[in-house]
């Protein structure tokens, strides 16, 4: 007689770092294959796509163009975005609306595009993903003299499910005069641990998971990629610079390449148990701004599926539930459970 399988009990577990509580609650759940979308994912036809040759869509020239081998064609273009979040125009400045504070919406909001139109970030060589982030650096180093902008905010978003109006793949870049909320509890929280413990606190989480082994999904020489202990989201990870690095636009071209190849490699591994699930990723480092504050920071790159909606709970609380252990879910990606 086969033994009942039991279910892990919940447990509420505390974020070192925004100090928000997370509840995992596995027995919610069947099986993480369970999240797998069965839906093939829709592909927008190639003839209709602004990307493909965006100038003649109407866009403004390369910021930054990456001619492709041949030398006939391109690779990676960085370009302004043709309908901006914020204006590249006017001066910063600041008053109240009533009792509320307000700021010009000054700042940048570029996109860029890889070549190929049927290929995502899991699809394109290493190289050209390193490429990408390359780019990435580039403009962030250019914007980021800019005295009015206090955050450059990059990332990605794949699927319609996760923002991503177009098909054809492509990453913003939005810099913006003020330090975004999520951005700013995380630097308060990497300093509380400090001060408390005089060590990084995602150092700290760093060796703890690499000690465990548990939810490591991939692991080179300059970088580690796991599910957190405290995952807000089923199936999310992220990917860590060995090194303490407090600025993305900083790391070295050596240690960058792992990095870029530890994001690349654990997002293919993602994508062929949950081939046509959109997600997000996002890169979290410290602000432009009065550098040597920000010294403790640790940047690093968060991956999120979209694949639970908050609810009432969540909503109403700030608490949020995570349906997928997260042991079960760094197997689950790496392939070594169904």
Aim: positive net charge.
């Amino acid at each position: 007689m086969k033994k009942k399988q039991t279910q892990a009990s919940p447990e509420l577990r505390e974020d070192l770092v925004s100090g928000d509580w997370i509840l995992i609650a596995p027995g919610r759940s069947n099986r993480p294959d369970q999240f797998v979308v069965k839906e093939e994912r829709k592909i927008a036809p190639i003839d209709t796509c602004p990307f493909e040759d965006p100038q003649a869509s109407g866009n403004a020239p390369a910021l930054i163009r990456i001619p492709a081998d041949t030398g006939k064609d391109w690779e990676i273009q960085l370009i302004p975005n043709k309908y901006p979040a914020v204006s590249v125009d006017g001066k910063l400045t600041d008053g109240h609306h009533g009792p509320y504070p307000v700021r010009s919406g000054v700042g940048y909001h570029d996109v860029l595009i890889t070549r190929d139109h049927f290929k995502n970030f899991a699809e394109i060589s290493p190289e050209k993903a390193f490429l990408v982030f390359k780019t990435f650096q580039e403009r962030y180093r250019e914007v980021a003299k800019d005295k009015r902008i206090a955050y450059i905010s990059i990332f990605h978003n794949w699927g319609p499910k996760a923002g991503a109006s177009l098909f054809h793949p492509h990453y913003q870049i939005i810099s913006i005069p003020v330090i975004p909320p999520d951005v700013g509890h995380s630097l308060e929280g990497s300093t509380r641990y400090l001060k408390k413990n005089k060590r990084c606190v995602h150092c700290d989480i760093i060796g703890f998971e690499i000690a465990e082994k548990k939810r490591i999904i991939f692991e080179n020489k300059e970088a580690v990629v796991f599910t957190p202990f405290v995952s807000r989201e089923p199936f999310e990870f992220r990917v860590f610079p060995k090194k303490h690095m407090p600025f993305f636009e900083d790391t070295p071209e050596k240690e960058l390449r792992l990095i870029v190849q530890a994001l690349h490699k654990s997002i293919n591994l993602f994508e062929k148990r949950f081939k046509n699930t959109d997600y997000n990723f996002f890169i979290h480092t410290a602000p432009t701004r009065d550098k040597k504050k920000y010294g403790h920071y640790h940047w690093h790159i968060e991956i999120q599926p979209k694949i639970s909606i908050p609810a009432g709970f969540e909503l109403g609380t700030g608490i949020e539930i995570t349906v997928v252990d997260p042991n079960e879910a760094a197997a689950f990606i790496r392939g070594n459970k169904k």
